[in-house]
């Protein structure tokens, strides 16, 4: 018994057992089938005359979610001094299960091939081979034939992409528990946004409207959560900004539940 406890006090101290959220009981793999989900974004300018956009580096609208065929990914960066390892995450299939992980050596401004097919991507880092450096030019991960259709967006000096975009895999639903956008580096501003989401061959919905400003970060999370079905694509589309040069991040965290 601890000194200076007593009684009941003690004995609950001592043997009442620590409680765990649901979420780390989900990450601790107690509930097996069902994973956690983070997706982050920015958009480091969004403009008064440039909206809609979506919270990735890439800027303007998200450019990642093609309805065609699976294609062979590439990726490149805009300094030649970019030669490490690109590793990511991306979904082979509109059947596809689960995402896969792949690595390709970059060369610099020339595009490499990666050797693999796939109609989305989740995330990407880079890996310079030093303790030290970071991604030196902005790394670009595209489809080799389709070009317009660009998955992730490296800024330099981050190693890490911030894409806040992601498609539920076959065979799973994903339950959205929480949603958030704010406006970072700037004392005024204010944007209006909503979850987009879009249906395997549907139509795209604009969900959970929210409005976001400097002072006045938003936040949201929507009672049971909100359930998507497999093949939905998801992001956070920005529809109107109260200003220019605008920092803006957000996303959402989902549970992937499978069926």
């Not at 793999?29 to 920015?42: A, D």
């Not at 990666?114 to 890996?127: E, N």
């Not at 967006?153 to 806040?164: D, E, K, L, W, Y």
């Not at 605008?246 to 992937?256: P, S």
Request: proline fraction near 5%; aromatic fraction near 10%.
């Amino acid at each position: 018994m601890n000194p200076g406890v007593s009684g009941n006090s003690a004995l609950l101290a001592e043997e009442l057992p620590h409680s765990l959220s649901h979420e780390q009981l989900v990450l601790e793999g107690n509930y097996p089938g069902r994973s956690i989900v983070n997706k982050f974004g920015q958009n480091l300018d969004i403009d008064t005359a440039t909206v809609p956009e979506d919270i990735w580096n890439g800027g303007g609208v998200y450019a990642g979610f093609p309805t065609g065929a699976a294609e062979e990914f590439e990726v490149f960066s805009s300094s030649a001094s970019d030669t490490g390892v690109l590793t990511f995450t991306y979904l082979p299939s509109f059947t596809a299960t689960s995402y896969s992980t792949a690595t390709v050596t970059l060369n610099g401004t020339t595009a490499v091939s990666t050797g693999v097919t796939g109609v989305r991507m989740h995330t990407a880092q880079y890996y310079s081979g030093t303790s030290t450096t970071f991604n030196l030019g902005t790394l670009t991960v595209r489809h080799k034939i389709t070009t317009a259709n660009v998955f992730c967006v490296m800024p330099i000096g981050r190693s890490q992409t911030n894409t806040g975009a992601y498609t539920v895999p076959f065979g799973t639903i994903a339950v959205v528990k929480r949603l958030f956008c704010r406006i970072i580096g700037s004392t005024n501003g204010q944007v209006d946004g909503a979850l987009w989401a879009r249906t395997l061959n549907g139509s795209p919905r604009l969900r959970r409207p929210f409005t976001a400003s400097a002072p006045a970060p938003f936040e949201e999370r929507p009672y049971g959560g909100l359930v998507f079905a497999a093949g939905t694509d998801l992001t956070i589309r920005i529809s109107s900004a109260s200003a220019n040069n605008l920092d803006v991040i957000g996303g959402f965290d989902l549970e992937i539940v499978t069926l």
